[in-house]
């Protein structure tokens, strides 16, 4: 049974992956909220906090934000909680854990439509995922053939984080409306596709940035 690291365990995406896989994988869950990890005083920015590991077959990174407002109104502070959580925190938990990788494992990491096309109000989130989408085809070239990196880009999904974008039916229609297929992203639409890119169903692919996105980036319908 391959061991895989779930990196922000109290994300629902991660909570329906362990839900849907948990009989198939041996999952190892690491959150900031004690009650979710298997691991107490666990802090994404302090290394000193982050358990030994050895021989996991797979990484995925969950954390991220949703920070949107005008340019303008961006404060320094902003920019730099969106880099720590989307970026730093990643950069600390692939250079701690590489070592502990074992020979065909997977990394999973995640982007957003909104690094591929320009949306309004979204600089600072646009700007940290992209750094990742570069950090993933990077480390894909490096650390092949041993590791694939892959990255998900996913448009609004149905979760506690999207919650805002939810809030009334008039909300959901307009949601609805902005994506060729008509409808906003399931939690299973992502979990499902995680898993593929962490089984051998995917043993030809790495350095991927893949769109699951009802086809927003790519589609005018």
């Keep these: ?72 109104r961006f404060k320094e502070d902003d920019f730099t909680d969106d880099y720590n959580i989307n970026v730093r925190g990643l950069v600390n938990i692939l250079q701690f854990y590489k070592s502990s990788l074992n020979k065909g494992s997977s990394v999973v990491c995640f982007s957003t439509v909104a690094a591929k096309l320009g949306m ?17 085809r990077t480390l894909a070239a490096e650390w092949s053939p041993n590791t694939r990196v892959n990255c998900i880009s996913p448009s609004l999904v149905d979760t506690k984080m999207g919650s805002k974008f939810f809030r009334n039916e008039k909300q959901i229609e307009l949601m609805n409306s902005r994506h060729p297929l008509k409808r906003t992203g399931r939690k299973t639409d992502i979990s499902n596709f995680i898993e593929f890119l962490l089984s051998e169903k995917s043993s030809w692919v790495t350095g991927q940035d893949i769109s699951i996105d009802g086809g927003m980036s790519t589609v005018k319908a």
């Design 1 to 72: 049974m391959k061991k895989i690291l779930l990196i922000g365990a109290s994300s629902d995406i991660c909570k329906q992956l362990y839900k849907d896989f948990n009989a198939k994988y041996e999952f190892l869950l690491l959150s900031s909220e004690n009650e979710e990890s298997d691991y107490e005083n666990f802090d994404i920015l302090n290394r000193q906090t982050y358990p030994k590991i050895s021989a996991i077959d797979g990484i995925v990174y969950f954390p991220g934000t949703i920070n949107l407002k005008p340019f303008e």
């Design 120 to 136: 309004p109000f979204h600089a600072s989130i646009a700007m940290c995922k992209a750094s990742v989408s570069s950090l993933c």
